[in-house]
């Protein structure tokens, strides 16, 4: 049964930095792609980045380039998420997807439930 759970959310100061991370089980081992969105009240749920357990290949949405930072641990099935210099408008709460194979989870993948992720003074 594939599952993923997300932690490390929090209350930080704008600025700061905080890691997410997701613990992902039942894929294939290694051969899994692992994505963070975030979804905001009363806002879309959004695609932040993406990583191939295979072979560290990364993906970033604009918002999230030059802050955030996706890695792996692919010997515990851990995906991290480095988030630097936060902003107001990156409280959301974020969620873990995984995938088979080398393509990005989309909304239709497994999903975590969530960890919030708050940004205020």
């Known amino acids: 049964q594939k599952q993923l759970v997300e932690s490390g959310g929090g209350l930080v100061q704008p600025g700061g930095s905080l890691r997410l991370s997701c613990a992902a089980s039942?894929?294939?081992?290694?051969?899994?792609?692992v994505g963070w969105w975030r979804q905001a009240p009363g806002k879309e749920r959004e695609g932040v980045a993406c990583i191939f357990m295979s072979d560290g290949t990364t993906y970033y949405a604009d918002s999230a380039k030059g802050r955030f930072t996706i890695s792996r641990d692919s010997a515990k099935d851990l995906v991290y998420l480095q988030m630097t210099s936060l902003k107001p408008e990156d409280t959301a709460t974020y969620y873990c997807?995984?995938?088979?194979?080398?393509?990005?989870?989309?909304?239709?993948?497994?999903w975590g439930q969530g960890t919030q992720v708050t940004v205020s003074s």
């Open positions: 039942g894929f294939i081992a290694g051969y899994y792609a």
């Open positions: 997807g995984g995938r088979g194979g080398n393509s990005c989870p989309t909304r239709d993948d497994y």
